[in-house]
């Protein structure tokens, strides 16, 4: 069964630090681009970072570009990110997504996890 499950969101105050975690399971994991989307109230899902799957490679909206970074380790199938200097506007649904495609558009991609909320206060 493929499963993806984001964990580790919460309540921060705004300048804190979170990091989320994504295990992935049922899927040849190394052979997918890893994303994290998120979903403010009232907004739609925005890809918000990638990581490819064995290369390396990443990728970071300009909204996160600097704050927070993407990791994966392939032998555990565990995706991070690790959100820092976080602001008001981080406040989201935090979803990881896998995708065979190098992609920013949700519709490619093959595998959804579960949201974790994240909150940061001001």
């Known amino acids: 069964e493929v499963q993806l499950q984001a964990s580790g969101g919460g309540l921060v105050q705004a300048g804190g630090s979170l990091r989320l975690s994504c295990a992935a399971s049922?899927?040849?994991?190394?052979?997918?681009?890893i994303a994290w989307f998120r979903q403010a109230p009232g907004k739609g899902r925005e890809a918000i970072s990638l990581?490819?799957?064995?290369?390396?490679?990443?990728y970071y909206d300009d909204s996160v570009k600097g704050r927070f970074t993407i990791s994966r380790d392939n032998a555990k199938n565990m995706v991070y990110l690790q959100m820092n200097s976080l602001k008001p506007e981080d406040t989201a649904v935090y979803y990881c997504?896998?995708?065979?495609?190098?992609?920013?558009?949700?519709?490619?991609?093959?595998?959804w996890g579960r949201g974790t909320q994240v909150t940061v206060s001001s």
């Open positions: 997504a896998a995708s065979r495609l190098w992609t920013v558009d949700g519709s490619n991609y093959d595998h």
């Open positions: 049922g899927f040849d994991f190394a052979k997918y681009a």
């Open positions: 990581a490819s799957g064995s290369n390396g490679n990443t």
